[in-house]
């Protein structure tokens, strides 16, 4: 089930109970593999699917006994997928990412959204109670009374009855390599390729900035999973691969 922001404010005197019941991921990665990366679930209390597995949190290798088609969004997705409603980023707002923007976060982000946005549990997968463990609702990173971490969280804001991205870097929008302000595609980004190679569907993504799963070669020890570093090196280094200023 999902909890509504609403409801969990007024249980706020509830959360250092339940947080100390609920494992945390850390924040920032190792570079070094999925296995103790932030997206590494595999030891919290909320992870009923198959305790002790890291990749069935997100991906099933099978549909059978499913009770919904989530994988049909790709990447044998297995997790709910958020059905809010968002206001965009106005790209008119920006001279360089001013770019054909999708009206609603689909591909890659999409995904994402279905934890980060704040509105499904992180327990809330697309099962079978018969086969893969019954429905849960436990740990929303929006939740007041289970707080893994807001920061983890994309937007805390709503606009009206949608999630406000008007404050986040502009996702599922088209990267036009050279315009004005901006870098060629075939630049690299990080060691991961080239920017081209990060983009999906010719768009920029959380993907295009964030390795999900913390790989060696892609993402940046010590960093929320950033293929450049911001803070090391070249000041806002990730921000200076696209943008050219």
């Not at 009374?145 to 502009?170: C, E, K, M």
């Not at 390599?177 to 010719?202: F, K, Q, R």
């Not at 940046?220 to 803070?231: E, F, K, P, S």
Request: hydrophobic residues 35%; negative net charge.
């Amino acid at each position: 089930m999902k909890y509504l922001r609403v409801a969990t404010l007024s249980l706020a005197g509830m959360g250092m109970l339940l947080f100390a019941s609920i494992g945390t991921a850390q924040a920032n990665g190792n570079g070094a593999g999925i296995i103790g990366s932030p997206h590494d679930f595999a030891a919290d209390t909320w992870q009923t699917v198959r305790p002790g597995e890291i990749c069935r949190v997100c991906h099933v290798p099978h549909d059978h006994g499913r009770s919904g088609q989530t994988y049909t969004v790709g990447l044998l997705w297995n997790r709910q997928l958020s059905t809010a409603s968002y206001t965009m980023y106005n790209a008119a707002w920006s001279s360089s990412l001013d770019n054909a923007q999708s009206p609603q976060p689909d591909g890659i982000a999409k995904l994402c959204l279905g934890c980060h946005d704040g509105t499904i549990a992180l327990d809330e997968f697309d099962k079978n109670a018969a086969v893969n463990g019954a429905r849960g609702g436990v740990a929303s990173l929006g939740d007041t009374i289970v707080d893994v971490n807001a920061g983890f969280q994309v937007s805390p804001f709503l606009d009206g009855a949608n999630v406000d991205l008007r404050g986040t870097h502009p996702l599922s929008i088209a990267y036009n390599g050279g315009d004005t302000g901006l870098n060629p595609d075939t630049d690299p980004m990080g060691t991961s390729g080239d920017i081209a190679s990060v983009l999906d569907n010719g768009k920029v993504q959380c993907s295009t900035c964030h390795d999900v799963h913390d790989g060696t070669g892609e993402a940046v020890a010590g960093t929320h999973l950033l293929r450049v570093a911001n803070n090391t090196g070249t000041g806002s280094g990730l921000c200076l691969t696209c943008h050219d200023k």
